[in-house]
């Protein structure tokens, strides 16, 4: 895979991230189904990341069609960060042991795949 088709792979994965927030925003707003909505976007920022890592180093050439895919990156990445404001509120109005889970980890957590120990004083 060249660079070129990495950061178009990336620029690609930015939108359906922003997409899937725009879902979930929807779904909360819609009264929907949330935590369906967070499954999936957990997933698609899984795949974000991956696209992430393969693309460090790379060397994107300086064309018009990369210099689009870069705003396109932006404004995709600016829809989640505004979507997830008002998941991240919900989580912190909800109340017991995984709302206080999907609060410190964000919705990228998985309670069967990911171990998560909390110690300090106070700590159960």
């Known amino acids: ?60 050439p300086d064309t018009y069609d990369n210099l689009e895919r870069l705003l396109g990156l932006r404004i995709n990445l600016q829809r989640a960060r505004r979507a997830n404001v008002r998941v991240r509120a919900w989580l912190e109005a909800m109340s017991g042991d995984d709302a206080l889970a999907d609060f410190m980890l964000g919705v990228s957590w998985d309670r069967k795949r990911d171990a998560v120990v909390i110690f300090g004083d106070g700590c159960g």
């Open 1 to 60: 895979m060249t660079d070129a088709e990495k950061f178009t792979s990336f620029c690609e994965a930015a939108s359906v991230v922003g997409s899937h927030s725009d879902l979930a925003n929807h779904a909360l707003s819609s009264g929907g189904h949330l935590r369906g909505q967070l499954a999936v976007l957990r997933d698609r920022y899984d795949e974000f990341r991956l696209c992430g890592i393969r693309i460090q180093g790379a060397d994107v």
